[in-house]
């Protein structure tokens, strides 16, 4: 899964701890264009957990083929197809303006920093420099910065050096039981590719957690979980 991070705790972004701010993002990406276009043979998708996702289980069928990971699919396409809607993007914007009290006529610089061997995500920063001042009404602008030599959990743990960051992941435990994708996103895990948890995430994990015997109660517990990774945008 190709994804990009949100930093949460940029002490010179006046909106980053905002989930208004995280929901403006999320439907401000075109997944199709960056997937097919930018990257040339990925699947674009808004949902989280993959199509591989359960395929080593009893019965074989995957969370996305199931009742639940359907369901969950239809709710990210009546926003738009793979969750791309600009007009929800920019409601979204305003109502972290507001939340944050910055001002209406503030224009926030995003420093989207990947690393410089990477092409099709400088594609990808190229493609956002160009659409978010649009999208955004002028309002956010990108600027791409790369760096080499290092991880990039370890450019990362400087906070105020980028606000967005592309990460991928491959966990092979998900294809039997999916809702261990998630695993990343825990407090827990030391090397965790953002700096944003949530009670309410990590508790519905660990119910997963404790059904993962009953494949059905799982699916139908990932279900919620993806939910509210969405929901907070985690």
Known sequence: ???????????????????????????????????????????????????????????????????????????????????????????????????????????????????????????????????????????VQIKAVTYAGMSTGDYKQTTNVWDLSPNDWSRSASRTYPYTCFYYYLSTYASHPNNYFDEAFEAQYAVCESVKDNYDEMLKETAKLEEIYLEKVI
């Open 1 to 139: 899964v190709y994804h990009i991070d949100v930093n949460c705790q940029n002490p010179e972004n006046p909106i980053c701890s905002s989930v208004n701010y995280r929901k403006a993002l999320y439907h401000a990406l075109n997944r199709e264009v960056i997937a097919r276009d930018l990257f040339g043979y990925k699947e674009p998708t808004g949902t989280y957990v993959n199509g591989q996702a359960g395929l080593l289980s009893a019965s074989g069928l995957t969370y996305r083929e199931s009742e639940y990971g359907k369901a969950v699919t239809e709710m990210v396409e009546s926003w738009g197809p793979y969750g791309y809607n600009p007009d929800m993007a920019r409601d979204y914007l305003a109502k972290a303006y507001a939340e944050c009290g910055v001002s209406d006529d503030t224009v926030i610089t995003l420093t989207m920093a990947f690393n410089e061997s990477d092409k099709a995500w400088k594609a990808t920063a190229e493609y956002l420099m160009e659409e978010f001042p649009k999208i955004f009404d002028g309002k």
